[in-house]
Nanobody, 115 residues
Framework: QVQLVESGGGSVQPGGSLRLSCAAS????????MAWYRQAPGKQRDLVAM???????NYADYVKGRFTVARDNASDTVLLQMNSLKPEDTAVYYC?????????WGQGTQVTVSS
């Protein structure tokens, strides 16, 4: 099993930045795929960004150029740097790990972008 704990959420004004962290209970070096999703009230959970064990990353079109996902193998953490935040980025952000054929989710962290 893998436990994932997200942190770093909060409230920020439009144009601001936040950095989310997802700490894993196992070595993320062994986790093939880790991803960030988000879910706004009344909407489905959508993919934001993903990163493979080799470092290849992919992003949803609506965050390209603003968000950056990275792996920190030394601390078993996946980071999501979010810049130029917009009100429509407001959501609960979840970390997901695909490990040994199973998908694991964190509990989520709230991000609110508002003036």
């Amino acid at each position: 099993q893998v436990q994932l704990v997200e942190s770093g959420g909060g409230s920020v004004q439009p144009g601001g930045s936040l950095r989310l962290s997802c700490a894993a209970s196992v070595s993320i070096f062994s986790i093939y795929l880790m991803a960030w999703y988000r879910q706004a009230p009344g909407k489905q959970r959508d993919l934001v960004a993903m990163i493979y064990s080799g470092g290849l990353a992919n992003y949803a079109d609506y965050v390209k150029g603003r968000f950056t996902v990275a792996r920190d193998n030394a601390s078993d953490t996946v980071l999501l740097q979010m810049n130029s935040l917009k009100p429509e980025d407001t959501a609960v952000y979840y970390c997901k790990a695909n490990y040994r054929g199973y998908a694991y989710w964190g509990q989520g962290t709230q991000v609110t972008v508002s003036s």
